[in-house]
């Protein structure tokens, strides 16, 4: 048995060496080194480092990444995908997940009406290692996370990767529009 390889790309068979594809295996120790430290436009509380597994492998339909949120912190402003799934696996950590009725965007009538009409009404969770979360296309709860522990929340999260989407902030009352990958807020 060989060795794992020590770079993430490896020589495309039959061409010269300059030539490289993303090699399949991404290991922790290249991972650890590639976590940025992001902070969401709409919610100052949203601090995280991130790292990007998926495009190290060349996947190229689907994003898969790693986030780390420290003590305190939430992990994004409250949202929904119009257009793509979104799933979470929690790996270390407690927090909880914030659930919030999309009233004005395109989320489910009955759900509106059981939350109310001000989008705001909110169900909190308590998530810990293990847990699995999903929310399909036009979900009609926006989510995040926040983190009410002591040490980081670490989760894996991944979904389609589409130059297109619709996303809503129910509370900021602020729609981000993506088109072809540019990104634009506007209000709700």
């Known amino acids: 048995m060989s060795a794992p390889p020590t770079s993430n790309s490896q020589p495309h068979a039959g061409t010269s060496s300059s030539s490289t594809i993303p090699h399949p295996y991404n290991p922790s120790t290249q991972i650890t080194t590639t976590f940025k430290p992001l902070t969401h436009p709409l919610n100052p509380a ?5 790292a990007d597994l998926s495009t190290r492998t060349g996947l190229q339909h689907t994003a898969i990444k790693m986030n780390r949120i420290p003590p305190g912190a939430d992990s994004t402003e409250c949202h929904a995908h119009k257009d793509t799934e ?65 040490e980081e929340l ?10 297109n989407d619709v996303v809503d902030y129910p509370v900021a ?11 634009e807020y506007v209000d709700l």
């Open 154 to 163: 670490v989760y894996i999260l991944g979904g389609e990767r589409s130059a």
């Open 86 to 150: 979104e799933w979470f696996y929690i790996l270390s950590g407690e927090g909880e997940m914030v659930l919030r009725a999309v009233v004005d965007g395109y989320g489910d009538k009955g759900l509106q009406e059981e939350f109310g009409k001000t989008g705001v009404e909110e169900e909190l969770i308590p998530i810990a290692p293990g847990d699995f979360i999903g929310f399909p296309r036009a979900a009609a709860r926006a989510h995040m996370f926040r983190n009410t522990g002591t």
């Open 173 to 183: 009352r602020k729609r981000l529009l993506v088109k072809e990958g540019q990104r």
């Open 46 to 50: 949203a601090t995280f480092l991130t």
